[in-house]
Structures are given as C-alpha cells and as structure tokens.
C-alpha cells in the first residue's frame, strides 16, 4: 500500500504518517524509487497509534504500548497501570477545568454586562481586587 491508501484506511493524514515513520514508531519499507510501501502491520500499527492518540496517550507513551503489544510474553498488569496512569491524569484535568468553570461563570455571574465600563471579568484577569 503507498502513504494515500494507508492515510485512508488509518483515519491518519499523511503527514502524521511521516511523522510517525521519521521518529521510527512505523518502518515502511522503501521501493527503488524511494517511495514507501507500507504492510498490513504498519497500517495496524497506525490504526493503533490513531486509536491510542484519540484517547489523549502521549507519543513516548503510545511508543510504550506498541512495545508491550508486540511483546507476547508482556504481563497485562504493565498495560494496566499506565492507563490507570493515563486515567488519574484525565481526572485531574477534569478537576481543573471545573474550576475554572466554576471560576468564570462567577465572574460572568457578576459581571452586569451593561454599558457602564466596570467589569469584575477584566479587573480579575488584570488582578484588581475590588471585593
């Protein structure tokens, strides 16, 4: 398969496709003009990485669990516990970003919106306390 017909079937723009090959997580092999020509594998490598990246997995941590799905002596606990990982750090996003929610709707809450200049929004991004 060339990088198009790969791109496709993967969900992955080509230009991640290179990426991917330049910091070696896929291999195409190379014709004698220079063009890839990619295997089933690469294209399930891909499609994993395409998967693995939806669900917010760093590239180093992608790399790993490429490694550990190529390794059939791998223990399911090593896979277990970096997306326990991978899931205490989604948690603690979602906390922040509720509080900041909860952080700027008060301050929308407490802005009149009306024509008068005084904005608790902007005083508090500017860091003028008035309350």
Request: charged share 30%; with cysteine.
């Amino acid at each position: 398969m060339n990088i198009g017909d790969v791109s496709i079937r993967s969900g992955l723009p080509v230009k991640t496709i290179r990426y991917y090959e330049d910091i070696g997580l896929v291999s195409p092999l190379r014709s004698e003009n220079g063009y890839r020509t990619f295997q089933e594998k690469e294209l399930h490598k891909l499609s994993f990485l395409a998967r693995a990246r939806s669900l917010g997995f760093t590239i180093e941590v992608c790399r790993t669990l490429l490694g550990l799905y190529d390794d059939h002596s791998r223990e399911s606990s090593d896979v277990k516990r970096i997306a326990n990982e991978h899931l205490e750090q989604i948690e603690t996003k979602i906390s922040g970003l509720e509080t900041m929610r909860a952080a700027l709707s008060h301050l929308i809450d407490e802005c009149a919106g009306d024509h008068r200049p005084d904005c608790p929004i902007l005083e508090d991004l500017g860091g003028i306390s008035e309350h």
